[in-house]
């Protein structure tokens, strides 16, 4: 199936979900999106109480057929305003895991009452630091956004105010070699291989019951996951997700061998094990599939983050649960990387697991 492909669909429906805002807790344009996008390739689409999207598609395997859950959280990291001073400049939080230094100097969108506004992130200069304040990075809690604001009562005027989500403004864009820089791909990439593979399946037999399902608030404690895996209670479970790679300067092999344009990486265990510990029937079917279905992979056994999956196959008695990710350079940034090659070949090992799932697990 590593087999030349055209990506223009496919890029347009990365850049479709990566461009729309959805900071945690604040996911609605990209859950209506979503929902849009998956009614008519499933029979049943609705958002429960949290604000997870959850279609469903029936198999047609009988009482026998397992029900797989597809994971793929929704919610990018962004801020929230949490002060606006008397010249109209507004301080803020940060909402998610950002890396202060990558924040610094970004232009942003505020969400106000009446809509949008351009803002940018700014700090004291440079020109006039201290010498002792130019050796060390700029604090988050240091940083502020101007939207041109004359004054706090123009920054209401504006629609500004206490609880304003703020989210990084960052258009998908293509770079060489069929690479795309942009914001929020972790975790929208997850979201268009989960959504391209049901348009793979749209006229293929399968016997699974496949529930996919775009979680909220992951970048704050994997909640959306939890809920929603404990009112499916799917049999098996596969969340849809960006892992960092090494193939770029100031990092090992030894450290992250992982690589961009090697394929769809499979996780045996995050967290040094903290996370999750992906069960061997998982690891086996996944494996089988792609070399069925002739898809390079990549192995990962991670020691940094975890994702949905941690939430997941701890849900009631426990749901084996496998992570299959695409490798995205520079994660937590406005700026992260991917291949448009790897998230084809994501969205086909996907596809291809789910005509497969019924072989290896059996309805409980």
């Not at 004359?150 to 629609?159: I, N, W």
């Not at 989500?165 to 795309?180: E, F, S, W, Y």
């Not at 942009?182 to 019951?209: E, I, N, S, W």
């Not at 949905?308 to 299959?324: C, F, K, N, Q, Y």
């Given at each position: 199936m590593d087999t030349a492909r055209d990506h223009t669909e496919l890029r347009q429906l990365l850049a479709a979900f990566a461009d729309a805002g959805g900071v945690s807790g604040h996911e609605g344009d990209v859950a209506a999106l979503l929902a849009e996008t998956l009614a008519p390739l499933t029979?049943?689409?609705?958002?429960?109480?949290?604000?997870?999207?959850?279609?469903?598609?029936?198999?047609?395997?009988?009482?026998?057929?397992?029900?797989?859950?597809?994971?793929?959280?929704?919610?990018?990291?962004?801020?929230?305003?949490?002060?606006?001073?008397?010249?109209?400049?507004?301080?803020?939080?940060?909402?998610?895991?950002?890396f202060d230094q990558t924040i610094l100097a970004q232009r942003v969108t505020v969400q106000g009452r009446g809509g949008p506004l351009v803002g940018v992130i700014g700090s004291k200069p440079p020109h006039i630091m201290e010498d002792d304040e130019?050796?060390?990075?700029?604090?988050?809690?240091?940083?502020?956004?101007?939207?041109?604001?004359?004054?706090?009562?123009?920054?209401?005027?504006?629609?500004?105010?206490?609880?304003?989500?703020?989210?990084?403004?960052?258009?998908?864009?293509?770079?060489?070699?069929?690479?795309?820089?942009?914001?929020?791909?972790?975790?929208?990439?997850?979201?268009?291989?989960?959504?391209?593979?049901?348009?793979?399946?749209?006229?293929?037999?399968?016997?699974?019951?496949?529930?996919?399902?775009g979680t909220v608030q992951e970048e704050v404690g994997l909640k959306g996951a939890r809920t929603s895996a404990f009112g499916l209670d799917p049999d098996v479970a596969l969340v849809s997700e960006t892992t960092i790679p090494g193939d770029h300067p100031e990092v090992s092999a030894q450290q992250r061998h992982v690589e961009l344009d090697k394929g769809p990486v499979l996780t045996v265990a995050d967290a040094n094990g903290r996370g999750v510990i992906v069960p061997r029937p998982v690891l086996d079917w996944l494996r089988q599939t792609a070399d069925a279905a002739s898809i390079a992979y990549q192995l990962d056994v991670g020691s940094g983050g975890?994702?949905?999956?941690?939430?997941?196959?701890?849900?009631?008695?426990?749901?084996?649960?496998?992570?299959?990710?695409?490798?995205?350079?520079?994660?937590?940034?406005?700026?992260?990387?991917?291949?448009?090659?790897?998230?084809?070949?994501?969205?086909?090992?996907?596809?291809?697991?789910?005509?497969?799932?019924?072989e290896h697990f059996e309805h409980r």
């Open positions: 029979d049943d689409v609705r958002t429960d109480v949290l604000g997870n999207v959850i279609a469903t598609r029936r198999g047609s395997g009988g009482e026998a057929a397992p029900t797989l859950m597809i994971a793929a959280h929704i919610d990018e990291i962004g801020a929230m305003v949490k002060y606006i001073d008397d010249d109209g400049f507004l301080r803020f939080v940060p909402i998610g895991g950002w130019r050796k060390k990075p700029v604090k988050i809690k240091d940083m502020f956004i101007d939207v041109g604001a004359r004054d706090a009562d123009d920054a209401a005027a504006l629609g500004v105010e206490i609880g304003s989500i703020v989210t990084m403004a960052a258009g998908l864009t293509d770079m060489a070699n069929g690479l795309v820089t942009g914001k929020a791909l972790d975790d929208r990439a997850g979201v268009a291989m989960m959504v391209a593979a049901l348009q793979r399946l749209a006229d293929r037999d399968v016997a699974a019951t496949v529930y996919a399902v975890t994702t949905d999956a941690t939430a997941i196959h701890l849900t009631r008695s426990g749901i084996p649960t496998g992570v299959l990710s695409v490798p995205t350079r520079y994660l937590h940034s406005p700026i992260e990387v991917l291949s448009l090659d790897d998230l084809d070949r994501c969205a086909e090992l996907i596809a291809q697991a789910v005509l497969t799932v019924h």
